[in-house]
């Protein structure tokens, strides 16, 4: 059982940056590919990137290309999104999710997640 604590969640003015660690405990968290989502007010959840076991691997949703970025730390059992330029438009709850079989955008063939951080983008 695997679990995971989203982090660095906050109120930023637009066009700044943030970055959300997402910390793993329970498990082997090399032996998962992880995952980042959000979750806006009254909207699906929503991919946003995942990352392969080693973080030699990346895919990532054509609406966040360019700003944000995934990365793993595997000594620190430990993954990350950073977002750079960020707009009104993502603001949501962002969760992290790991998988030990899938890698890629399809939020239901991941099987555990966390409890999500609250990111709020606005003067």
């Known amino acids: 059982q695997v679990q995971l604590v989203e982090s660095g969640g906050g109120l930023v003015q637009p066009g700044g940056s943030l970055r959300l660690s997402c910390a793993a405990s329970?498990?082997?968290?090399?032996?998962?590919?992880m995952g980042w989502f959000r979750q806006a007010p009254g909207r699906a959840r929503e991919f946003i990137a995942a990352?392969?076991?080693?973080?030699?691997?990346?895919y990532s949703a054509d609406s966040v290309k360019g700003r944000f970025t995934i990365s793993r730390d595997n000594a620190k059992n430990t993954a990350y999104l950073q977002m750079y330029n960020l707009e009104p438009e993502d603001t949501a709850v962002y969760y992290c999710?790991?998988?030990?079989?899938?890698?890629?955008?399809?939020?239901?063939?991941?099987?555990?997640w966390g409890q999500g951080t609250q990111v709020t983008v606005s003067a």
């Open positions: 329970g498990g082997t968290f090399s032996e998962y590919f």
């Open positions: 999710a790991a998988s030990s079989r899938y890698f890629g955008g399809d939020k239901g063939s991941y099987e555990y």
């Open positions: 990352i392969n076991w080693s973080g030699g691997s990346t």
